[in-house]
């Protein structure tokens, strides 16, 4: 449905943009309509789930469409659409309710509701462009939701092109107001009180405790439940020679609210294990500051060697005030192969400090103020590998009935940590320009009257 508004949007403006062609020549910021379809399937695994406090499997698979239409509403406007499905399945976010399974385990994923889930997503965004297509406005809209998040967003920027198009100067802000669907470890309900993760009431005094019977855990519900972000970016691009591109870029990121995850466990070292079967009892849940300022500088360049090779960089510092600092680098070398075809093997290089607040499985101390055992939040070293290949045609002679190809892009990606994770992904996208010139959307639309 959001698709046939858009199409009927471009024939209801294509009228009026016809009819000031004849007053003055203005290139259109976009020719025609644009759609862009995304897939990618991502699978992981490792052995330091947060979920259950730092050990147990990590295993995730994640299926994602993504559809993307650019709509020019005119010469100087565009409108673009963004919607996106993730269906994914968790072990390790099954362990919130360990239970369901035959044997608890960190180790083996349960069956619970948690175990799969849908992630939905939807983006809108408006860019206008001046006369002279020296400033360019925009903003957007965002709405995306999964099992126990929901979020709102905001945003837009300002662009500046100066020193006849050599210059770019740029800043954008954005505001996203998030609602947590709070869930907590099944063991730490209160008797009796239903199992949000699955059908069935969890009654603690139905099962046995070994280790330390007395099971006291420290446990308080979070009273805030929202999670507020606000972002602020400035970039600077240069074309400083024929050949040579630069652009330098500086991130503002302020989060205030629930900044812990409610459903990730903490074990603490001066407090003796208790166990149901296989499976050790949280003694309290990760607990963050409300507050969390990030910053993050880089540059990305680009580097034309001759018409078979391309030269890409970037590198990026940050820092935050949890203590984690990082550094990451990545290099892109596109290769043509023919007019149509070009291949890109890439190399990206990553490393982290550990935050204050991490420590590993039953390293914390329960006096202290804050604790994760969140592996992200921890210091390791990451290598990613990918390799790409893209096929351009910008003259469309490929058409699937209204729509040109323009473009198919496939690339696959391995991406390890010295801790052990390791992920792959495939990703594959195909972008498709809408034939205007044939009048069958207009048609199509009077026949269904609209």
């Known amino acids: 449905m959001i698709l046939i508004l858009l199409l009927s949007s471009i024939c209801g403006f294509s009228q009026n943009i016809s009819n000031d062609s004849t007053k003055v020549y203005k290139k259109r910021v976009l020719e025609s309509s644009e759609i862009d379809f995304l897939t990618s399937y991502y699978l992981q695994d490792g052995k330091n789930a947060a979920v259950t406090g730092g050990i147990g499997t990590e295993k995730l698979d994640d299926f994602t469409s993504t559809l993307v239409v650019a709509v020019p509403l005119n010469a100087d406007d565009v409108l673009t659409v963004d919607f996106g499905i993730s269906a994914y399945s968790s072990a390790s976010s099954s362990n919130i309710n360990p239970f369901d399974a035959d044997y608890a385990n960190a180790f083996q994923a349960s069956s619970g509701a948690s175990a799969s889930d849908v992630w939905y997503n939807f983006v809108g965004s408006y860019s206008h462009s001046s006369d002279n297509r020296n400033s360019i406005w925009d903003a957007k809209l965002s709405v995306s939701i999964e099992f126990d998040y929901y979020s709102f967003g905001l945003g837009g920027g300002f662009t500046q092109l100066f020193n006849e198009k050599n210059t770019e100067l740029s800043v954008h802000g954005n505001v996203f107001i998030d609602f947590w669907e709070t869930k907590y470890p099944v063991e730490l309900k209160p008797a009796g009180s239903s199992n949000e993760d699955g059908d069935e009431h969890f009654n603690i005094s139905n099962y046995i405790i070994t280790g330390n019977t007395n099971y006291n855990p420290i446990f308080k519900e979070f009273d805030n439940k929202m999670r507020n972000s606000y972002s602020l970016g400035f970039g600077l691009s240069q074309i400083l020679s024929r050949n040579f591109q630069s652009l330098v870029a500086l991130d503002l990121v302020l989060q205030q609210g629930l900044l812990s995850t409610p459903y990730q466990r903490i074990y603490f070292n001066d407090i003796e294990d208790s166990f149901i079967e296989d499976f050790h009892l949280a003694d309290a849940i990760e607990k963050l500051p409300d507050l969390r300022f990030k910053v993050?500088?880089?540059?990305?360049?680009?580097?034309?060697?001759?018409?078979?090779?391309?030269?890409?960089?970037?590198?990026?510092?940050?820092?935050?005030?949890?203590?984690?600092?990082?550094?990451?680098?990545?290099?892109?070398?596109?290769?043509?192969?023919?007019?149509?075809?070009?291949?890109?093997?890439?190399?990206?290089?990553?490393?982290?400090?550990?935050?204050?607040?991490?420590a590993s499985y039953e390293n914390h101390i329960s006096t202290e103020n804050f604790y994760t055992s969140d592996y992200d939040l921890s210091g390791f070293i990451a290598n990613q590998y990918s390799f790409g290949i893209s096929y351009t045609d910008i003259f469309t002679n490929s058409h699937i009935w209204i729509f040109g190809l323009k473009s198919v892009d496939l690339k696959f990606n391995y991406y390890e940590r010295d801790s052990g994770f390791k992920a792959g992904f495939v990703v594959a996208g195909c972008k498709f320009i809408l034939d205007n010139d044939k009048n069958i959307i207009p048609n199509l639309l009077n026949k269904i009257g609209l």
């Open 296 to 358: 993050a500088v880089g540059n990305r360049s680009s580097y034309y060697l001759n018409e078979h090779f391309v030269l890409r960089t970037f590198y990026r510092y940050y820092y935050d005030d949890w203590g984690v600092t990082s550094h990451t680098a990545s290099i892109e070398i596109p290769i043509k192969i023919t007019d149509k075809f070009t291949i890109y093997p890439s190399y990206r290089y990553y490393s982290q400090t550990r935050s204050d607040y991490f």
